[in-house]
């Protein structure tokens, strides 16, 4: 509890301090808000301040003011506390005009100034460690600490305790998220190690990737590295985003942290494009081979994969003896992919570019603006598949690239169309092409084809192809 500072006088306060400390000696606090906590003229004995590598010297500073003696228990080789840029601009100028010493620059954390300022003050290692299986925290031993920790936990054989998974080669990563690694989680990962979402960490080092990862499996906790330290899981599962990896990602404190927060077990997922080989997270993965432990090759793909520059040569001769539907390779790849999953539906068929105004028979469920967009000639939908017999769709579907795709105003026609095909409940399948696994969703949309041919006949709605 705060103390009143609306008392009538100082003596008050101070009472009130005095009679609290005495039924709880020990306040836990915030270093910004510890100074609040007693009386502006009382001093604590002894000042514990913990993760000091996370304190900026501002708050720490008001923290040191209310104590004769302080205890600072840090790990440098962890994050150090986040200033923004603009923080540190303003800060280094004022630092400046003030003629304050380097050695108080707002970019470095309590911790660092503290040990650049006492350096014969005595200092404890506590280099007991209990969290981490023996192989998970050895690479971090071995790696950050120079071998100095003592390991108490053991080893008993257990399985499955270091994983790495690459992805296949290809440029996945978007503005700091990567859906295809997200796809690897989900279909490899999750399911084939039974991992429990009470006991499960996803991390990454990027804010866009762990949006993306909380969005889609919500039931499991998705934090940034940064927000994960001082935390721990069962298992940790690492995303590095990258396509090639980047200094970043690669800090030795983030990617300690990273490691460290497993207690039994690490999995990696990251990139499976070559990259320099004097990286820390390459490291990681060798250690994971040196342990003997599994590296993977993901086995989870897309037919747009062959839209990346490294595979280049090979999509070229994909298409010499095919021929091109459209001016967008990702719709071609689409087009010789529908024509190899409907062999095994004799009764299917499918059209590209087929004009939504030709489509819908009866207007009366679309909006004013729904009509107008519906009846501009550029409005089509990239594939329709239907009854051969009946000549009746049955599902239709886009290909989204996804820069194009994020636009705004683009955003605002997809959803537009999707409300248009829900509403004359015909399905519509939409195929990013940054995403994975494009057959087995639209043999998956398929598979109630018959029932959609007897609801659209039924209601009469829409045109036969």
């Given at each position: 509890?705060?103390?009143?500072?609306?008392?009538?006088?100082?003596?008050?306060?101070?009472?009130?301090?005095?009679?609290?400390?005495?039924?709880?000696?020990?306040?836990?606090?915030?270093?910004?808000?510890?100074?609040?906590?007693?009386?502006?003229?009382?001093?604590?004995?002894?000042?514990?301040?913990?993760?000091?590598?996370?304190?900026?010297?501002?708050?720490?500073?008001?923290?040191?003011?209310?104590?004769?003696?302080?205890?600072?228990?840090?790990?440098?080789?962890?994050?150090?506390?986040?200033?923004?840029?603009?923080?540190?601009?303003?800060?280094?100028?004022?630092?400046?005009?003030?003629?304050?010493?380097?050695?108080?620059?707002?970019?470095?954390?309590?911790?660092?100034?503290?040990?650049?300022?006492?350096?014969?003050?005595?200092?404890?290692?506590?280099?007991?460690?209990?969290?981490?299986?023996?192989?998970?925290?050895?690479?971090?031993?071995?790696?950050?600490?120079?071998?100095?920790?003592?390991?108490?936990?053991?080893?008993?054989?257990?399985?499955?305790?270091?994983?790495?998974?690459?992805?296949?080669?290809?440029?996945?990563?978007?503005?700091?998220?990567?859906?295809?690694?997200?796809?690897?989680?989900?279909?490899?990962?999750?399911?084939?190690?039974?991992?429990?979402?009470?006991?499960?960490?996803?991390?990454?080092?990027?804010?866009?990737?762990?949006?993306?990862?909380?969005?889609?499996?919500?039931?499991?906790?998705?934090?940034?590295?940064?927000?994960?330290?001082?935390?721990?899981?069962?298992?940790?599962?690492?995303?590095?985003?990258?396509?090639?990896?980047?200094?970043?990602?690669?800090?030795?404190?983030?990617?300690?942290?990273?490691?460290?927060?497993?207690?039994?077990?690490?999995?990696?997922?990251?990139?499976?494009?070559?990259?320099?080989?004097?990286?820390?997270?390459?490291?990681?993965?060798?250690?994971?081979?040196?342990?003997?432990?599994?590296?993977?090759?993901?086995?989870?793909?897309?037919?747009?994969?062959?839209?990346?520059?490294?595979?280049?040569?090979?999509?070229?001769?994909?298409?010499?003896?095919?021929?091109k539907h459209s001016k967008y390779d990702s719709e071609n790849l689409m087009f010789e992919l529908l024509k190899e999953i409907l062999t095994s539906y004799s009764e299917l068929d499918f059209i590209t570019q087929y004009r939504l105004k030709h489509?819908?028979?009866?207007?009366?469920?679309?909006?004013?603006?729904?009509?107008?967009?519906?009846?501009?000639?550029?409005?089509?939908?990239?594939?329709?598949?239907?009854?051969?017999?009946?000549?009746?769709?049955?599902l239709a579907i886009e290909v989204d690239g996804v820069k194009y795709h994020n636009n705004p105003d683009q955003m605002k026609r997809d959803s537009m169309k999707n409300n248009i095909f829900k509403n004359y409940q015909l399905p519509l399948l939409r195929l990013a092409t940054n995403g994975s696994g494009e057959e087995e969703k639209i043999r998956i949309a398929l598979a109630d084809y018959k029932s959609?041919?007897?609801?659209?006949?039924?209601?009469?709605?829409?045109?036969?192809?």
């Open positions: 509890r705060k103390v009143n500072n609306t008392d009538n006088s100082a003596k008050n306060r101070l009472n009130f301090s005095k009679k609290i400390l005495k039924d709880y000696p020990i306040i836990l606090s915030t270093t910004f808000s510890a100074r609040n906590c007693v009386a502006d003229s009382m001093l604590y004995d002894y000042l514990i301040i913990d993760e000091a590598s996370q304190v900026d010297i501002a708050t720490g500073a008001l923290a040191l003011s209310c104590a004769k003696n302080v205890v600072i228990v840090g790990d440098l080789k962890q994050l150090p506390n986040i200033v923004t840029r603009e923080a540190k601009e303003k800060s280094e100028c004022l630092r400046k005009d003030l003629k304050i010493k380097p050695i108080y620059s707002f970019k470095k954390s309590l911790l660092e100034v503290m040990v650049e300022l006492f350096p014969e003050e005595p200092a404890t290692l506590l280099k007991e460690h209990y969290r981490c299986h023996p192989k998970i925290i050895q690479f971090c031993n071995q790696k950050f600490y120079n071998g100095k920790l003592c390991i108490m936990t053991k080893d008993h054989g257990e399985k499955d305790v270091l994983i790495a998974y690459k992805s296949v080669a290809g440029n996945h990563a978007r503005q700091h998220s990567n859906q295809r690694e997200i796809d690897i989680i989900k279909k490899e990962v999750i399911d084939y190690y039974l991992l429990d979402n009470n006991t499960t960490g996803i991390i990454a080092p990027y804010r866009n990737q762990i949006e993306l990862s909380q969005n889609q499996l919500e039931e499991y906790i998705s934090e940034t590295v940064h927000k994960f330290q001082g935390r721990e899981c069962e298992t940790i599962i690492l995303s590095t985003v990258d396509n090639q990896i980047t200094h970043f990602t690669d800090d030795p404190h983030l990617l300690n942290v990273a490691v460290s927060r497993a207690k039994n077990r690490l999995i990696l997922v990251t990139s499976g494009n070559k990259q320099k080989s004097n990286m820390n997270i390459t490291d990681l993965i060798d250690y994971i081979a040196y342990q003997n432990c599994d590296i993977k090759d993901s086995m989870v793909r897309s037919v747009f994969d062959y839209l990346y520059k490294q595979y280049e040569e090979r999509r070229l001769n994909y298409f010499k003896n095919r021929s489509l819908i028979k009866d207007f009366s469920l679309l909006s004013s603006d729904e009509a107008k967009f519906v009846n501009q000639s550029r409005t089509s939908v990239d594939f329709l598949i239907f009854n051969k017999v009946t000549k009746v769709p049955v959609t041919d007897e609801i659209i006949q039924s209601k009469d709605m829409i045109n036969n192809i």
